[in-house]
């Protein structure tokens, strides 16, 4: 779709019709979404609208059964999604054939064009800079925690794994972020845009596969991403086959800006500023709402993975049979005020958490309108030991658990070695 004198064909003038208001149709809502001061209300009016939407958009028109929820969950590959990404195919080449249909006689839409790969690199740019720097500030994957550590390697999830892998170094962290960062500062530019494509492209290539192999739900958005990234590089393919296939010189490419008066000029210049200000100061709030939460982190005596010894409910011992679910298998206390137990039969349940050492007593909170407590009394005959008895439901428990030293795993102890006179693959 490179600019040209050639008058375009109905099937070009078709095509490029279509990807581009597939594209904006995704471009747009996203920008929005992302200005500051208005993001946040427009998100809200946007789902309400697709949530309005869905039963005759999802349930009536495609034959979904069930309600459609329309929420952020942090899944982009929700079955909303899906319904939307569907119209937004249909209506674009609704849009794209009626448009052709009545403008036969125009020669090409090289203007539309222009604008459109202007459009596509900021938005593609802004993606790099906010995953870059969500990687850079550590808001993106963290270390594996004590749960993580303490948990058998079946039990994790495939996106659990790849989240495990990524948070386990900084530095690879770091230096996947660079890579988006320096893309999204080459796209911004018409010079190196190209170069910012292709970068972006090698970049979104290996995010696609790992969310496709590790089954990360942030499938849709992702594919959007590389597909801008092929847009913007396909507007030099002619002349990076040229050089990088058929060793022949290749004229130099045209950097021209869509023609603009004096005042679209200086705000063209202006908006470009703000744009590339909403990088370090984005950065910014990024490491500050990090502070902020590590600053509520608690690692207090009881924080850790507590393996469970022995167990009674109602007064009856119950051994550990791994199709007990009523048995206790785990106990996790977070950094956070939220707890974990889990049962012999494996699965999470999540707790609100609160102790008063003074009292003796923890408080397992479970999620909902009102929240159900559960007040255990506990003691601590040893730093790595608790006893707990209480109420826990309809039923009397008392639990004897043993704190796992996790200070002294493999993952977190073997480190970097120059020399490895053998593998230590374990």
Not at 263 to 286: E, H, N, T
Not at 397 to 412: F, G, N, P, S, Y
Request: aromatic residues 12%.
């Amino acid at each position: 779709m490179d600019r040209t004198t050639a008058r375009w064909s109905p099937a070009r003038r078709l095509g490029f019709l279509f990807l581009a208001f597939y594209l904006l149709f995704n471009i747009v809502p996203h920008a929005l979404g992302s200005v500051p001061a208005i993001g946040e209300l427009f998100l809200d009016v946007w789902l309400a609208l697709w949530g309005a939407l869905m039963p005759v958009l999802g349930n009536a028109a495609l034959g979904i059964e069930g309600p459609i929820e329309v929420i952020q969950t942090g899944s982009g590959d929700m079955t909303w999604n899906y319904v939307q990404q569907f119209w937004f195919v249909v209506v674009a080449a609704a849009v794209a054939g009626a448009w052709t249909a009545i403008d036969r006689g125009r020669r090409d839409h090289a203007t539309f064009y222009a604008w459109l790969r202007i459009a596509v690199r900021y938005s593609l740019a802004l993606a790099m800079f906010s995953y870059g720097l969500a990687k850079w500030s550590g808001n993106q994957f963290q270390p594996p925690d004590a749960l993580r550590l303490g948990e058998t390697f079946g039990d994790a999830s495939p996106m659990g794994l790849a989240w495990t892998f990524m948070g386990f170094s900084p530095a690879y962290c770091w230096f996947t972020g660079l890579a988006e960062v320096l893309a999204g500062a080459l796209l911004v530019w018409r010079r190196t845009a190209t170069l910012g494509g292709l970068l972006a492209g090698a970049v979104m290539a290996n995010v696609v596969m790992i969310n496709f192999c590790f089954d990360v739900p942030v499938k849709l958005y992702s594919s959007l991403l590389l597909l801008m990234a092929v847009v913007v590089v396909a507007h030099d393919a002619p002349r990076l086959l040229a050089v990088l296939v058929r060793n022949t010189p290749a004229p130099p490419a045209d950097l021209s800006a869509p023609v603009l008066g004096p005042k679209l000029r200086a705000a063209r210049v202006v908006a470009k500023a703000l744009f590339l200000l909403l990088v370090p100061v984005s950065f910014v709030m990024q490491r500050a709402a990090v502070a902020e939460m590590m600053a509520m982190a608690s690692y207090g005596p009881l924080y850790g993975l507590w393996e469970v010894e022995s167990f009674s409910r109602d007064g009856a011992v119950r051994p550990a049979d791994p199709n007990d679910g009523l048995r206790w298998r785990q106990l996790f206390v977070g950094e956070f005020p939220y707890a974990l137990v889990r049962p012999m039969t494996g699965e999470r349940e999540f707790f609100g958490f609160a102790t008063d050492p003074a009292a003796g007593t923890i408080t397992l909170s479970e999620h909902g309108e009102p929240p159900v407590e559960h007040v255990l009394q506990f003691a601590q005959p040893a730093p790595d030991v608790l006893e707990l008895t209480g109420k826990f439901g309809e039923a009397a428990i008392a639990a004897r658990v043993r704190k796992v030293d996790l200070d002294h795993t493999e993952l977190m102890t073997r480190g970097f070695r120059w020399v490895s006179e053998r593998p230590h693959n374990r």
